[in-house]
């Protein structure tokens, strides 16, 4: 299987209110997992970095889409800084179809390349809805899969495979309960990313409470600053 680059998935950010019951507190968890992650979550970054982010996301939602261009490199660079343990769950929103197919592409990859089939279908997003507006959603699917490797019998036999058809219904239902509305939605260290209205617009809280840095309160966008200054203001405070 080919490596490819990691790159950036997305944001608009909704109250995730009773998700919490995703995080614990505190310590790392056993078998490689950060204290805010559970069996069975894709992640990349040390175990032990100062800020976890966990991302609710669909490869067919188009914010999520702009995230992947706009905001995941700030988190990418903290990965690579050793600042950030990034974590992404599935859900199925925008269309669906396209997005079940996709995780099931990259479920069908190597456990250690199911991030980078991720950002592959993030960058061919706008292929994937030109294409499904033509009727031809399923060749670019397979256009997809042979860039990422795969053969045509695998990635048919991919496309059929029951079990992972229902391990990805699974991580929806999942997400569901866990009191995700829309996509993409952020929990960092153990607190959902919110939107409220701040004294200049719509700005970024977490559990109720405004983020505010040096620079003052943090507005609600999905540039790459925005979330430089996101990723420092946790980390400092984690290490506060």
Known sequence: MTTFTRRALT??????GAVMLTACSGGDAP???????RAGDRAE???????????YASTSCGGCGAFFNQGKPAIDDGVERGDVRFVFREMLTGQPNLARAGFMLARCAPED??????????EQQRA????????????????????????????????????ILEAVEDA???????????????????QALEIRSG????????????????????????????WDRIIALFKARAEG
């Open 11 to 16: 944001l608009a950010a909704a109250t995730v």
């Open 31 to 37: 078998d490689g997992r950060s204290a805010y992650e």
């Open 45 to 55: 970054g040390r175990v032990d970095a100062p800020v976890t982010i966990i991302e």
């Open 113 to 122: 390349q199911y991030l980078d089939v991720i950002d592959l279908l993030f």
């Open 128 to 163: 994937l809805f030109s294409a499904m507006q033509q009727g031809n959603a399923q060749g670019q699917f397979q256009t997809i899969a042979r860039t990422a490797g795969f053969t045509d019998e695998e990635f048919r036999a991919c496309m059929t495979n029951q079990d």
């Open 172 to 190: 929806n239902t999942q997400a569901v309960r866990d009191g995700i509305t829309s996509t993409p939605s952020f929990i960092i260290n153990g």
């Open 199 to 226: 004294s200049d617009g719509q700005v970024y809280a977490a559990d109720g409470e405004v983020l505010v840095d040096d620079e003052g309160e943090i507005p609600a966008q999905i540039d790459r600053d925005t």
